[in-house]
């Protein structure tokens, strides 16, 4: 069987989905396709290239997330993403915030196929790596699937082959982001028919995955699925996704197993002036639902948020943990629980 490169991504979240919290989803897991925090083409063009650029050669797949609406911009940028060893540029016209909105890109660009259309064909000029693009399925009361449609019909023209459609309609107004990521109602339906309508095209479906059984259950009907707070929020949700999703064998046993390799990258982060924090806020959901995780997430709020704080932090954090679970663990009947914790 084939499988798709966009099988199963992470989705790119602002405030969340940086080089720190990319290296720690690419322990639990060697095929999800990763993207970054969107990048505005102002930003990139203006501002501090090398840091938003920066990444590790081990967050591949690995793609580049940007923000904006003019062809010739959104060219050079595609070139610089390119350049800095990124495999694949994905043009934002999801995200419906006011200041994006204010930028003329995110989910405002749906009215505006056309301009997709024309910052693809500039960007496919130059580079070779492909150009994607996310979506929603509608905006404000243009949410027929007719609309939806045309605005794929269009890109796809110019060149664009893979579109990843977050399920909802956006609001481009009377809802915050956080809203309109949980009060338009998803429509899943609507995604599948675009493959059918579509079926040359990969088509990945984003909105509300929050589980490997639901990602099964979408890989019926479409090429992918992007997964998106939960993927933060209960990190080891992946660390199943290349034995399930991709048939490949091995991968993390346990989430200790995953601290011990996070950690010489933390200390070669902090050698580098990297505040621990930044670090360490990744990692407040790997023990979600299991023993001992309020313990953890509490010490390493009191102590890992320090301004001088240090990988004594992670241990004592780390400490926390086995010590709740030595006192919830029968050693007469379960001696191998706390080596073999959270497997």
Known sequence: MLVSGHRFCVAPMMGWTDRHERYLLR???RHARLYTEMVSTGALLHGDQAR???????EYPLALQLG???????????????????????????????????GRFGACLMHEPHRVAQCVAAMRAVVSIPVTVKCRIGVDHDDQFEYLT????????????????????????????????EIPPLQYARVHALKRTFPELTVVMNGGIRDLAQAHTQLDYVDGVMMGREAYQNPWTLAAVDRELFGRTGGAQSRWQILEDYKPYMARQLAQGVPLKGLSRHLLGLFHGQPGARAWRRTLSEQAFRADAGMEAIEAAQAKVRQVIAQQTDPLTDSHALANFAA
């Open 27 to 29: 322990l639990l897991s």
């Open 68 to 102: 904006g609406s003019e062809p010739d911009a959104m060219a050079q940028c595609a070139q610089l993403g390119e350049a800095a060893g990124f495999e694949e540029i994905n043009i934002n016209a999801g995200c419906p915030s006011d200041r994006v909105q204010a």
């Open 150 to 181: 045309n605005f794929v019909g269009v890109i796809a023209d110019a060149g664009c082959q893979v579109f990843i459609v977050h399920a909802r309609k956006a609001w481009l107004s009377g809802l915050s982001p956080r809203q309109n990521r």
């Open 52 to 58: 938003f650029l920066a990444h590790d050669v081990g």
